[in-house]
């Protein structure tokens, strides 16, 4: 009897540790993902959807229709978002060069085995208070027009346009998301744009930023930016609001309610934080703030005024270095990975944690410039020293200077570990030409690792820009020995 009973628990054992196996698959990622190209030294397309299909990415969105990032999606099934550049919107206000763009950028790539085209992102946040009303003529007929010519594809590809949660607000003496609606100054555009999305079945894109409440305003509860942690919590009309993330999502469903469409489907286009450049930007704050928006995703928990399941798509997926920083230092840095494809930090994109969570996984097949580094020299003459200023200038502007910032991760440097970081930049930036370690004989290539602490001095990699323009190149190469062999 006893030996039967143990044979029992013997096989429950197994049969949990066959459960337990299958368990620990990891989940479907939760998030889509923003994918931006403005970087000095991009990686090979096809290496991040490699990347991407490892991690359960199954939508992204990219910042224009580049032939070469799009194709390397086709086949993969991955939802894609393209957009047009808010400088192509007074084009799209003729309805043939939409039906062009349309024709181009997006039908040829709807053939079975193509790419899943799904959105059409029509502009960037056009309505941004910084771009002066720029685009406030043209955003409206360029929607129209795109969504025109993709209804004419007859492919149910959907146009929208990226908002910036600017387009709403609350008053200040009322800060709460039922007193929300849209700016009083573009209130008639948000109209017309909530009518036709309405009418076309299009959701509303919006870009919510917490870690931006917090950069602007000194005094915005800290905690408030991120989820669950308890702290400050606001009552409007009977609903409990914990982070700003939620009170901002619901003003702008409040916004639409009163533009008499509280039932248009909305996308959280862009959410991210930044990991650099300011000190609120930091790996250990962007853990804290998606651990927390994913897990919040994961459960399907939605807002206190719309419950359930959200679309959002992280902003952003890597690092770039040629954005501007106009807004801040902390532009070059939303990555949740490096320039190099390399994770900043642990994140379960699954956002269920135990067995089924699913690590962030880098780009795979990544190659670097040798390991040297360009610093300053200790032995420059001492009459050469007032030129340092403006070579560090030089460098800054045409390298990437942010990490040096007040708070950042290389802001502790010392005076000669500023000029050693900005010098680098440059020489790396350059691909290590050696005319680009000169700066007037105050800087020298060595071989020894220059990082020290938090800072690290990188070693840039090799630019598939680079590499795809060699490899077109002995195409061309190979296609002209193939002529002259039939000559
Ligand atoms: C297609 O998109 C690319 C990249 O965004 C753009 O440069 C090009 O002008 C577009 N093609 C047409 C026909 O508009
Ligand atoms: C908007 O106007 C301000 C002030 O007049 C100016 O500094 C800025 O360059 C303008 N921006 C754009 C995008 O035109
Ligand atoms: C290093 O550079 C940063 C950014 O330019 C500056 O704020 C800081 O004062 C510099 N530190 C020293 C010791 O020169
Ligand atoms: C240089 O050192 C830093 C910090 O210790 C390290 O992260 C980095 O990988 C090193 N770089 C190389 C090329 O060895």
């Known amino acids: 009897m006893a030996v039967v009973r143990w044979q029992w628990w013997r096989w429950a054992y197994c049969a949990t540790a066959v459960i337990l196996a299958v368990a620990a698959e990891p989940g479907e990622g939760v998030v889509g993902m923003n994918w931006g190209t403005m970087m000095s030294h991009p990686m090979l397309p096809a290496d991040v959807v490699k990347m991407l299909k490892a991690n359960g990415i199954k939508k992204v969105k990219l910042f224009d229709a580049d032939e070469w990032t799009v194709s390397s999606l086709a086949g993969t099934g991955i939802e894609v978002m393209l957009a047009i550049p808010n400088d192509q919107l007074s084009r799209m206000g003729d309805i043939d060069h939409a039906r062009d763009w349309v024709k181009h950028n997006v039908s040829r790539y709807l053939s079975p085995g193509g790419v899943n085209i799904k959105y059409v992102a029509v502009g960037n946040e056009p309505f941004l208070k910084s771009y002066n009303g720029s685009y406030l003529k043209t955003t409206v007929p360029a929607l129209k ?16 346009v990226p908002l910036n949660a600017d387009v709403y607000d609350s008053p200040a003496d009322n800060p709460v998301p039922s007193a929300g609606s849209f700016r009083a100054d573009i209130r008639h555009l948000m109209q017309q744009i909530v009518d036709f999305l309405h009418a076309s079945g299009a959701p509303f894109l919006v870009n919510i930023y917490p870690f931006l409440s917090l950069y602007a305003n000194q005094n915005f509860p800290f905690d408030f930016a991120f989820f669950g942690a308890g702290g400050r919590s606001i009552a409007d ?22 533009a008499g469409a509280g039932d248009l489907k909305v996308i959280v286009g862009e959410v991210g934080w930044p990991t650099d450049g300011d000190k609120s930007a930091s790996p250990a704050l962007a853990e804290r703030f998606y651990g927390g928006l994913v897990k919040k995703l994961a459960a399907e928990e939605g807002t206190p005024l719309r419950p359930g399941k959200m679309e959002v798509y992280i902003f952003s997926l890597i ?7 106009a807004p801040g230092g902390f532009e070059r840095h939303w990555g949740i990975l490096r320039y190099d494809g390399k994770p900043k930090f642990r994140l379960d994109l699954a956002g269920k944690g135990g067995g089924t969570a699913r690590w962030v996984a880098g780009v795979a097949g990544v190659q670097y410039l040798p390991a040297q580094w360009c610093v300053f020299d200790k032995a420059a003459k001492k009459e050469d020293l007032p030129l340092l200023e403006g070579n560090v200038d030089y460098a800054c502007s045409h390298g990437d200077c942010t990490s040096l910032g007040y708070g950042s991760s290389c802001g502790a440097l010392d005076a000669a570990g500023n000029v050693s970081y900005a010098f680098n930049m440059y020489f790396q930036m350059q691909d290590q030409d050696i005319r680009a370690c000169d700066f007037q004989g105050l800087a020298k290539i060595t071989d020894k690792n220059a990082s020290r602490g938090t800072c690290l001095f990188p070693i840039q990699i090799v630019s598939a820009a680079a590499a795809g323009g060699a490899a077109l190149f002995s195409a061309l190469l190979s296609a002209a020995a193939a002529v002259l062999a039939l000559l």
């Open 237 to 258: 009309k009977g609903l409990q609001y914990s982070n700003v993330f939620d009170a901002n999502f619901d003003t702008l469903l409040w916004s639409l309610k009163k």
């Open 145 to 160: 027009n795109v969504q025109k010519a993709l209804d004419e594809e007859g492919k149910g590809v959907k146009a929208t």
């Open 319 to 325: 690092d770039e270095d040629l954005k501007s920083i």
